[in-house]
């Protein structure tokens, strides 16, 4: 396994309207680093935005679509997205400031 910081776990938040109507619920999705674990996501999340306290993570591994271009048969890269619970008395993640 890769030498994966906390601040590389993170890639971006997800924008799409299933997960802004979870951020209501605290429930906040991001794209992670393909080789973060579960407790990696926890403590990226914790130290990234301080006052947050993590309840629960749920991962998914995102396969990559096939394409093609002419002839040439390929694949387009693997992906891993994660939904992070926060705790009731956890501080909100602010990801959408200006929308």
Request: no cysteine.
């Amino acid at each position: 396994m890769a030498n994966v910081q906390y601040y590389d776990v993170l890639l971006r938040p997800v924008l799409t309207e299933k997960s802004m109507a979870g951020m209501a619920t605290k429930k906040y999705t991001f794209m992670v680093h393909p080789d973060a674990n579960k407790v990696m996501i926890k403590e990226a999340v914790e130290k990234m935005f301080p006052g947050t306290k993590v309840e629960k993570v749920n991962t998914l591994n995102l396969d990559g679509k096939s394409k093609r271009r002419g002839l040439v048969v390929g694949k387009t890269a693997k992906s891993k997205k994660a939904i992070v619970q926060l705790a009731a008395d956890s501080k909100d993640i602010d990801i959408v400031e200006g929308l």
